[in-house]
C-alpha cells in the first residue's frame, strides 16, 4: 500500500466528471488500498477517487466502525434534510454548514463488481452524499450555507473531513 497525494480545491482535477468502473482487477484493488491508508493517514472518514487523482467513481467511506468501499454509487432514495458541519481533505481547513438528506439508501458495487445497497443516516448518509458529489466534480463549498469559523469547530470535527 502506498500513501498517495491528495489533491487540494485549485487542483481542476477536482471539477472534472469520474467515469464508471468497468474493470474489477489488482489495479482497481491497489487503488482502494492505497485510498484506505491515505484516508487513515490524513485523518478523514472518506476519500473518492478523483482527491487522488483518479478519475474513476470509486470512494470509500469510514465514519469509525466500518469501511465501506463505493465503486459507482448512486443514490437511490432520500428522506427528509439534515444540516451538518462539513469539512474536504480536498478543501482543508474550511468548515460550512451544508444541508443534506437526513437519510439515504446508495446502491454500489464492492471491490468484486457485486451488487450491494447501503441504508445510512447521519454523518454516514453526508458521507456518502459528499463523494458522490466527488463523481460528479461538485465539492461541499458549492452548497454551504454558511461558513464556520477553524475556532468554532467542535473538537474530533476536524478529523472528520470527507
Ligand atoms: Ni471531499
Do not use: W
Amino acid at each position: 500500500m502506498a500513501i498517495r497525494n491528495i489533491r487540494t480545491e485549485e487542483d481542476q482535477i477536482l471539477r472534472r466528471k469520474s467515469r464508471e468502473v468497468t474493470k474489477f482487477d489488482k489495479r482497481l484493488f491497489q487503488l482502494l488500498d492505497d485510498m484506505a491508508e491515505t484516508m487513515y493517514a490524513a485523518p478523514g472518514v472518506g476519500l473518492a477517487g478523483v482527491q487522488v487523482g483518479t478519475l474513476k467513481r470509486v470512494a470509500i467511506v469510514d465514519i469509525g466502525d466500518n469501511l465501506i468501499e463505493v465503486i459507482n454509487g448512486v443514490v437511490i432514495k432520500t428522506e427528509g434534510t439534515q444540516v451538518e458541519i462539513e469539512g474536504c481533505l480536498s478543501v482543508p481547513d474550511v468548515y460550512g454548514k451544508v444541508e443534506r438528506p437526513e437519510k439515504v439508501v446508495v446502491s454500489y458495487l464492492d471491490r468484486d463488481g457485486i451488487q450491494k445497497e447501503v441504508s445510512a443516516e447521519g454523518l454516514l448518509a453526508v458521507a456518502l452524499c459528499h463523494e458522490i458529489d466527488h463523481f460528479e466534480g461538485i465539492l461541499f463549498r458549492d452548497k454551504v450555507i454558511e461558513y464556520i469559523n477553524l475556532e468554532d469547530v467542535e473538537e474530533g470535527q476536524e478529523n472528520q473531513q470527507i
